[in-house]
C-alpha cells in the first residue's frame, strides 16, 4: 500500500507540474520601453542614447546569488563585443543604491559597462520581470527581441548566440 | 484511511491556481526582504533537529514540525 | 532552489530531572553539479540518567545512543525530490528510518507544495545486570513500524510575510512502551503496588501547525508558530511559539551578530489509559503511567547569539559562524506526583514516606545548552 501511495503522490505532482511549468525564454516583440534612470557615478542613463547599439539589459539584486555569480561574465561579454556596437546595461532592481554601489565597488573583477538603479521598479514592471535574474536583449532598432529569465552555469552561450546574431543585423 | 484522494485534492485545485487570472502579487524584483538569511524559518537545521528531539522525547505530541518555503526565489 | 553548502559542529548538553545527556552532532551539505545536493548528519547521545522513574524502579545508568543520517535532494525544475535513511543505535533500541519528500514551487515561486512519507522499523530490547555486568535479555526482542504522511504548503503573502503550514498523520504499530517502566495502583487506601505497564499496539496521530515569518523594517525578523495534535490514545496537545531574530551590522568589529530570542509553551492532556496511580491491580486493559503522556504545562525561554564572520586566508569559506543558545525548560504536571515522596530513591524509603497519592505534583526544570560552529562554503 505504501509504495502505491508514494507513486500516486508523486503522480499527482506531475500533474500540477505540468500545468505550471514556467518558460525560461520568451519571445517578444514590439519597441524596448523608455526610460531614462540615474546610473553609477551620479550620471544618467537613457535607453535611446544606445540606439544603433544591441543592448543587453541584466536586471539584478545584490541580494540575488545568480546575479552576482553571473556579473564577471557580464563584464566578459561587455569587453569583447563593446566594439562591435554593443552594450551591457545593468539596471539595479534594489530600492536603495548604496548595497549595489557598495557591493560594486568591492568587486575583484570591477565592472565598466553602465548600472542604473530602478529605485521604485518602474521599469522592471514596465519589462515585465518575472524572474530574478532577467535579461533582456534589444535589437539596433531598438526592439525587444527575446528575454532571458534566471542564470545557470551555460546560459552565457545562450547570451553568445543572441548577441552575434544581432550584431550582424 | 483516504490518504491517497485527500492527497491528490489540493494538488488539482493549486495546478488550477496555475492557469487561472490571478498574477503572483509579490514581484521577483521585490523579494529583497524575504532573501535576507534571517528569514528562514531555520537558520541552522542542526540545532532545531536538536530540539526538536528534546521536545519529541519528553512530549506526547509528534509531526507537523517542519516547513520551508520563502527565499529569493532566484531562477 | 538547493539547499546552501555548509559543515555544522554542535556540542550539546541536557540537564534536568536528574539526567545528563551531552554530545556532538556533525552536519555536512554538499551540492553536486546544480542538481544535486547530498548530506550526512552524525550524533551521538551519551545519557547519565537518575531521572525520577528510574529512581522508583532501578538503578542509576549510563547509555549512548548513535544516530546516522543521509540524504540526497534532487532539483529538477522547479521541483525537489529529496530521499534519505537514518539509522539510530542504543544498547536497547535500534531504529531504522527511510524518508521520501517532493516540494514544488509554483505561482511566480509565490507557493511551495511538499508531501512527504515516513517509514521506520524499530527494535526494542531490554537490559539485564548480570554480575555487574549490562547486556540484552535474550529473551526480550519486540518490533514495532511506524508510518508517517504529511503535506505541506508554503506561501509568501507579502514582500515581508511568508506563512506555512503543514499536515501530518503518523501511525505506529506493534510494540510501544518501554519494558522498563510499571504503572502503581492502591492497596487498600495506604499502601501501594507496581506493574508492569500494558499500551495499546497501534496509534493513530493527527497533527496541524500553522507557522508566520515577518520581516521587520529596521532589519528583524518576528516568528509565530501554533500545532495542534491529537491522537487515538486521547493525548491532546497545544503548541506556540514565538521568536524574534535580531541582526547587528557590527562589521567594524570584523563580523556582525545575530541575537535571537523564542519562547515555546505547550499543554497536553493525558492519555485515555494513563493514570498516575490506579485503584487496583488489573485496573483497566491497557495501564500507564510514563510522565510524557500525563497532563502538563511546559514553558520553554531560549536565547542565542551568533558572531558571524569572513576569514580573508580563506576565500571558499563564504562565512563562517560561531553560535551559542541556551534554553531552559520549565514543565509543570498536573497528574503525575513524584512517587520518590512514597517509595524512596534508588530502593532506599525516605525518613517520612508520604501515602501514595499524596505526594506533591512532579516539576521538572531543565537547563539546555548549545555550542556550534557553522561554516558555509
Known amino acids: 500500500m505504501s509504495a502505491r501511495t508514494v507513486k500516486g503522490i508523486v503522480k499527482g505532482i506531475a500533474l500540477a507540474a505540468a500545468f505550471v511549468l514556467p518558460a525560461f525564454a520568451t519571445s517578444s516583440s514590439g519597441p524596448a520601453p523608455a526610460f531614462k534612470l540615474s546610473g553609477r557615478g551620479g550620471k544618467s542613463i537613457d535607453l535611446t542614447q544606445f540606439k544603433g547599439q544591441v543592448v543587453m539589459i541584466n536586471f539584478w539584486a545584490t541580494w540575488c546569488g545568480p546575479c552576482r555569480q553571473e556579473m564577471p561574465l557580464l563584464e566578459d561579454i561587455y569587453k569583447k563585443y563593446k566594439p562591435m556596437g554593443f552594450t551591457m546595461l545593468a539596471v539595479n532592481v534594489e530600492p536603495d543604491p548604496k548595497a549595489a554601489e557598495a557591493w560594486l565597488g568591492k568587486l575583484a573583477k570591477p565592472v565598466s559597462f553602465p548600472v542604473a538603479f530602478d529605485v521604485d521598479s518602474k521599469v522592471s514592471k514596465a519589462y515585465n520581470v518575472a524572474g530574478m535574474p532577467s535579461t533582456v536583449f534589444v535589437d539596433r532598432k531598438g526592439n525587444v527581441r527575446v528575454m532571458h529569465k534566471g542564470y545557470k ?17 | 484511511m483516504r490518504i491517497r484522494g485527500l492527497l491528490v485534492l489540493p494538488v488539482l ?6 492557469c487561472s487570472s490571478i498574477e503572483p502579487w509579490v514581484k521577483p524584483y521585490d523579494r529583497e526582504n524575504l532573501a535576507d538569511p534571517i528569514m528562514v524559518f531555520t537558520r541552522a537545521p542542526i540545532s532545531q533537529d536538536f530540539l526538536d528531539h528534546v521536545f519529541e522525547s519528553r512530549e506526547g505530541s509528534r509531526g507537523a514540525t517542519g516547513g520551508g518555503g520563502g527565499g529569493c526565489g532566484c531562477n | 532552489m538547493l539547499p546552501e553548502d555548509r559543515a555544522d559542529l554542535l556540542y550539546f548538553r541536557y540537564d534536568g530531572g536528574g539526567v545528563v545527556i551531552d554530545g556532538p552532532s556533525m552536519l555536512v551539505r554538499k551540492s553536486i553539479g546544480e542538481h544535486v545536493s547530498v548530506s550526512a548528519n552524525y550524533y551521538i547521545d551519551m545519557v547519565s540518567s537518575a531521572s525520577v522513574d528510574v529512581e522508583t524502579s ?14 540526497v535532494d534532487l532539483l529538477h525544475g522547479k521541483s525537489t525530490y529529496t530521499l534519505g535513511y537514518v539509522n539510530s543505535d542504543e544498547s536497547d533500541y535500534k531504529a531504522k528510518t527511510m524518508f521520501a519528500s517532493v516540494s514544488h514551487d509554483m505561482f511566480g515561486d509565490l ?21 555487574g555486568v549490562v547486556a540484552n535479555d535474550p529473551a526480550f526482542k519486540e518490533e514495532m513500524e511506524s508510518r508517517g504522511y504529511s503535506v505541506g504548503l508554503s506561501q509568501i503573502v507579502t514582500k515581508n510575510l511568508v506563512l506555512s503550514g503543514q499536515y501530518e498523520v503518523i501511525t505506529d504499530e506493534g510494540w510501544l512502551n518501554s519494558p522498563y517502566r510499571s504503572v502503581r495502583f492502591f492497596i487498600g487506601t495506604d499502601q501501594q503496588g507496581q506493574q508492569p505497564e500494558i499500551y495499546p499496539n497501534t496509534r493513530s496521530s493527527n497533527a496541524a501547525s500553522i507557522r508566520a515569518k515577518y520581516f521587520l523594517p529596521y532589519r528583524a525578523a518576528i516568528d509565530a508558530m501554533y ?6 490514545w486521547g493525548v491532546v496537545g497545544h503548541t506556540a511559539e514565538l521568536g524574534y531574530v535580531h541582526p547587528l551590522d557590527t562589521a567594524w568589529v570584523g563580523g556582525n551578530w545575530i541575537f535571537e530570542g523564542r519562547v515555546r509553551y505547550y499543554t497536553q492532556s493525558a492519555a485515555d489509559f494513563y493514570m498516575d496511580i490506579f485503584p487496583r491491580a488489573d485496573y483497566s486493559n491497557f495501564m500507564a503511567r510514563d510522565k510524557e503522556l500525563a497532563t502538563y504545562n511546559a514553558i ?19 562565512k563562517g559562524q560561531v553560535n551559542f543558545r541556551y534554553d531552559h525548560m520549565m514543565i509543570n504536571y498536573d497528574d503525575f506526583r513524584d512517587a520518590r515522596y ?16 499524596t505526594e506533591p505534583l512532579y516539576e521538572l526544570r531543565a537547563n539546555i545548552y548549545q555550542l556550534f560552529f557553522s561554516a558555509f562554503f
Not at chain 3, 500545532?227 to 487515538?232: A, C
Open chain 2, 13 to 18: 485545485a493549486l495546478a488550477a491556481t496555475g
Open chain 1, 153 to 169: 552555469t551555460g546560459d552565457e552561450n545562450f547570451y553568445l548566440t543572441q548577441i552575434r546574431s544581432m550584431l550582424k543585423e
Open chain 3, 227 to 232: 500545532r495542534f495534535y491529537t491522537d487515538t
Open chain 3, 58 to 71: 532501578a538503578s542509576p545508568y549510563e547509555d549512548e545512543r548513535t544516530q546516522a543520517n543521509v540524504s
Open chain 3, 300 to 318: 520553554t525561554a531560549g536565547v542565542g547569539a551568533t558572531y558571524e564572520f569572513k576569514i580573508e586566508r580563506f576565500p571558499w569559506l563564504s
Open chain 3, 342 to 357: 512514597s517509595l524512596g530513591s534508588f530502593g532506599t524509603l525516605p525518613d517520612e514516606p508520604l501515602a501514595p497519592g
Open chain 3, 111 to 131: 507557493t511551495t507544495i511538499s508531501f512527504s512519507f515516513n517509514h521506520g522499523q524499530n527494535e526494542v530490547f531490554r537490559n539485564v545486570k548480570e554480575n
